[in-house]
């Protein structure tokens, strides 16, 4: 059992306390998910020649001045940085898989959760709140974003296993449920060179959907191929760039609500997530059906 939270903000004045309205929805699914707790936001992109990735050191002293000089010598390019705890942002105009093979090599302890113009990504262990607390979600800003808390069931309580997953770019995925067939999934991708991070049942749909957009599939029709592939109960939340998308299994095992207004949508596992957002007595409140692609554009 785990929680999946969404907000996308229809309202450009919005988008400043996009964190604010998130804050009580990621922690309302706090007994559905105490194990983990993780958020991808979506921004104002970078220029078109640069990218960003969210990094994670974990327990790890990391002198990231150090690291950002050395990765700027390396890769001939301009290096920011900014940090929060064991997260930081990286943003230069080398393409992402060059700095991640320079951080493979030189910084092995780095983790790339996110790579892309306008996602940001954190998550870790522990209580959703404190989660929270820890890296300043109620003071994040942008247009939309995907946020979940876990409770593992099939695999490790790690930060490789915590979600939201992401391949490609600007590209997440959340799950609530379980797939009875990854390893099936993983033995169809690894053949095309798609690397896997860890072993929960979710990574493998993340990187299905993001190769089937790769080979040049919109994210509906990539879905469409998914009911398919697919095999086992789950609630998909899904973010990109510009929209969320939101999908149940045929049998809507896992439980989602949808609260829409003219100021937002809004997406969580049940609705006392929600309870606090403004004017949702008002909104147009809905059980997503199942087999249904539903999506929302900035």
Known sequence: MCGIVGLLVKKPALREHLGELMLPMLIGMTERGPDSAGMAVFTEPVA??????????????????????????????????????????????????????????????????????????????????????????????????????????????????????????????????????????????????IEFDGDCDTEAACRYLEWRMREGDDLETAIEHGFS?????????MGTQT??????DPFACKPAIVAETDDYVAIASEFRSLAHLPDVKHASLFEPKPEHIYSWSI
């Open 48 to 193: 078109a020649g640069k990218r960003k990735l969210s990094l994670y050191s974990g327990s790890a002293a990391t002198d990231w001045d150090a690291l950002r000089t050395a990765l700027a010598a390396a890769l001939d390019t301009g290096v920011e940085i900014s940090v929060k705890q064991n997260h930081a942002t990286l943003t230069c105009g080398a393409a992402p898989g060059a700095v991640k093979a320079w951080l493979k090599a030189h910084q092995p302890g780095i983790t790339v959760l996110s790579a892309g113009r306008a996602i940001d990504l954190y998550k870790d262990l522990g209580l959703p709140a404190d989660v929270a607390r820890r890296y300043d979600f109620a003071h994040l800003t942008g247009t939309h974003l995907v946020g979940h808390t876990r409770m593992a069931t099939e695999s490790a309580v790690t930060v490789e296993n915590a979600h939201p997953y992401t391949a490609g770019e600007d590209w997440c995925l959340v799950h609530n449920g379980s797939l009875s067939n990854p390893y099936q999934l993983r033995r169809a991708l690894e053949p095309l060179g």
């Open 229 to 237: 592939a697919f095999d086992g109960f789950y609630t998909f939340l």
């Open 243 to 248: 929209k969320l998308a939101l999908v149940r």
